[in-house]
């Protein structure tokens, strides 16, 4: 079952979908704090990403299912 979760509430070790495929979390770094009038005051959040599975590589390919992404802490993305 799929639940909504804010990029703030993101743990090491996640299932998360991210552009309809399955990702694991390896690492988050907070890297500092928004200052545009959507989000002001909210944390940014960068995390890194590598494959769930063979699935995943074939949906995202080699290069956009490793790596670093992020955004504001009230981004959401789906856990497994």
Request: with cysteine.
């Amino acid at each position: 079952m799929k639940k909504e979760i804010r990029y703030g509430e993101l743990k090491i070790g996640d299932v998360v979908f991210f552009h309809g495929a399955k990702v694991v979390i390896k690492n988050i770094n907070v890297c500092g704090i928004c200052d545009n009038k959507w989000h002001k005051g909210e944390k940014i959040i960068n995390f890194e990403i590598e494959p769930y599975d063979e699935e995943t590589i074939e949906i995202l390919g080699d290069f956009y299912s490793h790596g670093w992404y992020g955004g504001v802490e009230s981004l959401t993305l789906f856990i497994e």
